[in-house]
């Protein structure tokens, strides 16, 4: 019923907000002097980004579900990767599809990094209230959940 990748991207949404990736590590490593203190530095850099990585990759459910045809959909991403979510209607067209772009590891759970539907189709038409499936598609995981869009 629902496509495993979504048709070509129409809407892209940046993220303001920096995300630690891992990369500072081999930056870190790259600069190192060799002395205790940098090493030090180095393995509590690792212990950090080892703690703020999420485990695995999550499709959270949308907020706010109910009234407002526009939401939030979090998700955690537990490696880098090029993120889509496409809505869906009841009968499995694609509505709309928001391209996330690259993005490192970490959560994607509040407002200002999950991604956001203006409850608009790819074409800018205002949704109907009713049933619709959000896909995402984050390197190889692929998750479907529904949502309730009532106005």
């Avoid at 067209?93 to 990094?113: E, N, P």
Wanted: charged share 20%.
């Amino acid at each position: 019923m629902f496509r495993s990748r979504c048709s070509s991207a129409n809407y892209r949404q940046s993220t303001s907000s920096y995300v630690l990736n891992g990369s500072e590590v081999h930056l870190a490593e790259a600069a190192d002097d060799g002395s205790v203190a940098f090493g030090q530095g180095i393995a509590v850099l690792k212990e950090i980004l080892s703690s703020i990585k999420p485990a695995e990759t999550v499709l959270m459910a949308n907020y706010p579900n109910l009234f407002n045809p526009e939401t939030w959909i979090p998700y955690h991403l537990s490696q880098d990767a090029e993120v889509v979510v496409c809505i869906y209607d009841v009968g499995g067209r694609i509505v709309r599809t928001l391209d996330m772009g690259f993005q490192s590891f970490g959560y994607y759970a509040s407002r200002d990094k999950a991604a956001y539907w203006n409850g608009k189709t790819d074409t800018g038409e205002t949704v109907s209230s009713g049933t619709y499936f959000y896909q995402i598609q984050a390197g190889d995981y692929i998750k479907t959940r529904k949502m309730v869009i009532l106005k």
